[in-house]
């Protein structure tokens, strides 16, 4: 495994690749991964991407790689798109859209499927954003599968949250609906060569005006672009600088890093605790005897759980 | 059906060749069968699509051509996968492949599926592969 770690973290990209697989596939040999790169991720920019699906998501990225490019940062590229509930298979069909960097040693894009996880994002994402970060990309681009009014995932694991809509999508009521409108840092009106732009752009200014609370005082900008012509993409460029300076300059780039932990670490330790507890009592048929001591009332639901803690006690002495 | 190993299948059309209905309906039938199918589209060079079965961590590499290169680009792109480290992929073509044509890329390690297969087979095919 550290062989591989190396290479990878040297630019070698197969094994770059390959990482990611063990992390999409086994969790708990990427847990032991993640533990030896940790020391060298928190560098990266994290920017996430969503929107509804066909808004234009992987054209913006495609536009971004290329100004991002001239900027000379290095870039690595999370493409989400949704793995079917009934196959288990996805089609994943972000790189179309994406040709810049394609010969590019300095773009990795890596398509991933959902895989069951529910949000626009999949479980392995947080810890491929990590690797990539580890592997030194200037930049981590998150594109979302096309999301839905709640579907806020993303604001748990980027630093800068871009929220795309199209002149199109809706009116003014989609707009004023809590969730997804929530949490943008910028909001990009794409596609903003068709229908009534401006009055998209006054309508989420509207909005923006109306958040009482926000977790930095930084405004939310309003841009428009036509991704595919390459149009609003330099400007946008500028405001997702200013944004991650904006943070660093203000500490809320550590405070938004400090909330992202903490949830990371209750979720992981939740994880972690419970396995460690099932794993015990399934021998023997343990849980079995609990569930029906609690179904025969010979104990209630609570001090079930106080069993289930003493277990864990008891492993730590023993 | 979470979590575990997915087959990876990386699908392209190189050359300037437009017609990607025939990979598209293959790309629609592997998604069926429990496969993540990455399409990288039409018009695609050699290099792109190794690069890309690089990034992508595929399994295999199924190549779509319909006008007539494909003597020239399905070898190129098996011999580019090789060189750049990519020994074990697997490259499977489709498309309009003349008969004389196939056994000459068959022994190259190129699989191919001429117009006419079934989708089941390519999925058969695949799955098999997979399991060695």
Redesign the interface.
């Given at each position: 495994m550290l062989k591989i770690v190396d290479r990878a973290m040297h630019g070698d990209?197969?094994s770059l690749?390959?990482l990611?697989?063990l992390i999409?596939?086994d969790?708990s040999a990427a847990r032991k991964m993640i533990s030896m790169i940790s020391p060298y991720t928190g560098k990266a920019h994290v920017i996430g991407l969503t929107g509804a699906t066909g808004a234009g998501k992987s054209s913006l990225i495609n536009g971004l790689i290329s100004e991002l490019r001239n900027r000379k940062k290095t870039i690595g590229v999370i493409a989400i798109d949704p793995?079917?509930p009934f196959?288990?298979?996805?089609?994943?069909?972000d790189?179309?859209r994406m040709?810049a960097g394609?010969?590019d040693k300095n773009v990795?894009?890596?398509?991933m499927?959902s895989?069951?996880?529910l949000g626009g994002l999949s479980?392995a994402t947080s810890d491929v954003i990590k690797l990539l970060d580890a592997c030194g990309k200037d930049v981590v681009l998150v594109e979302t599968a096309g999301a839905g009014q709640s579907d806020v995932e993303i604001s748990k694991l980027a630093d800068t949250v871009m929220v795309m809509t199209t002149p199109e999508g809706g009116d003014d009521i989609q707009i004023a609906k809590a969730g997804i409108m929530e949490i943008g840092d910028i909001f990009i009106v794409n596609k903003a060569d068709v229908g009534d732009a401006d009055s998209r752009v006054y309508e989420i200014r509207m909005m923006i005006h109306s958040l009482s609370r926000r977790d930095t005082s930084w405004e939310p900008e309003v841009i428009k672009t036509i991704a595919t012509n390459d149009i609003g993409l330099k400007d946008l460029c500028n405001i997702i600088e200013n944004h991650y300076k904006f943070l660093r300059d203000t500490n809320f780039l550590f405070a938004r890093r400090k909330k992202r932990k903490r949830s990371e670490l209750v979720d992981l330790f939740r994880e972690t605790v419970t396995e460690h507890v099932l794993k015990y009592m399934d021998e023997g048929k343990k849980f079995d005897i609990l569930i029906e001591k609690v179904i025969n009332n010979e104990l209630d639901i609570n001090s079930a759980v106080n069993e289930l803690i003493k277990v864990l006690q008891n492993k730590k002495r023993g | 059906m979470n979590e575990g190993k997915k087959i990876r299948v990386l699908l392209a059309k190189p050359g300037l060749d437009g017609h990607d209905r025939g990979v598209k309906v293959v790309a629609l039938a592997l998604r069926n069968a429990g496969m993540e199918v990455i399409y990288l589209g039409r018009h695609k060079g050699p290099m792109e699509i190794v690069e890309a079965a690089i990034q992508e961590d595929v399994s295999f590499v199924g190549l779509s051509n319909l006008s007539g290169s494909y003597k020239q680009l399905f070898p190129k792109v098996l011999r580019l996968l090789k060189k750049n480290g990519l020994e074990n992929v697997k490259v499977i073509g489709g498309g309009v492949i003349l008969d004389d044509d196939i056994q000459p890329l068959e022994k190259m390690g190129i699989k191919i599926f001429p117009v006419g297969s079934r989708t089941g087979e390519i999925i058969e095919y695949i799955k098999k592969s997979a399991s060695n």
């Amino acid at each position: 495994m550290l062989k591989i770690v190396d290479r990878a973290m040297h630019g070698d990209r197969i094994s770059l690749a390959k990482l990611i697989t063990l992390i999409e596939n086994d969790p708990s040999a990427a847990r032991k991964m993640i533990s030896m790169i940790s020391p060298y991720t928190g560098k990266a920019h994290v920017i996430g991407l969503t929107g509804a699906t066909g808004a234009g998501k992987s054209s913006l990225i495609n536009g971004l790689i290329s100004e991002l490019r001239n900027r000379k940062k290095t870039i690595g590229v999370i493409a989400i798109d949704p793995t079917s509930p009934f196959s288990g298979g996805a089609f994943l069909g972000d790189r179309i859209r994406m040709p810049a960097g394609s010969l590019d040693k300095n773009v990795f894009i890596r398509s991933m499927g959902s895989r069951g996880r529910l949000g626009g994002l999949s479980r392995a994402t947080s810890d491929v954003i990590k690797l990539l970060d580890a592997c030194g990309k200037d930049v981590v681009l998150v594109e979302t599968a096309g999301a839905g009014q709640s579907d806020v995932e993303i604001s748990k694991l980027a630093d800068t949250v871009m929220v795309m809509t199209t002149p199109e999508g809706g009116d003014d009521i989609q707009i004023a609906k809590a969730g997804i409108m929530e949490i943008g840092d910028i909001f990009i009106v794409n596609k903003a060569d068709v229908g009534d732009a401006d009055s998209r752009v006054y309508e989420i200014r509207m909005m923006i005006h109306s958040l009482s609370r926000r977790d930095t005082s930084w405004e939310p900008e309003v841009i428009k672009t036509i991704a595919t012509n390459d149009i609003g993409l330099k400007d946008l460029c500028n405001i997702i600088e200013n944004h991650y300076k904006f943070l660093r300059d203000t500490n809320f780039l550590f405070a938004r890093r400090k909330k992202r932990k903490r949830s990371e670490l209750v979720d992981l330790f939740r994880e972690t605790v419970t396995e460690h507890v099932l794993k015990y009592m399934d021998e023997g048929k343990k849980f079995d005897i609990l569930i029906e001591k609690v179904i025969n009332n010979e104990l209630d639901i609570n001090s079930a759980v106080n069993e289930l803690i003493k277990v864990l006690q008891n492993k730590k002495r023993g | 059906m979470n979590e575990g190993k997915k087959i990876r299948v990386l699908l392209a059309k190189p050359g300037l060749d437009g017609h990607d209905r025939g990979v598209k309906v293959v790309a629609l039938a592997l998604r069926n069968a429990g496969m993540e199918v990455i399409y990288l589209g039409r018009h695609k060079g050699p290099m792109e699509i190794v690069e890309a079965a690089i990034q992508e961590d595929v399994s295999f590499v199924g190549l779509s051509n319909l006008s007539g290169s494909y003597k020239q680009l399905f070898p190129k792109v098996l011999r580019l996968l090789k060189k750049n480290g990519l020994e074990n992929v697997k490259v499977i073509g489709g498309g309009v492949i003349l008969d004389d044509d196939i056994q000459p890329l068959e022994k190259m390690g190129i699989k191919i599926f001429p117009v006419g297969s079934r989708t089941g087979e390519i999925i058969e095919y695949i799955k098999k592969s997979a399991s060695n």
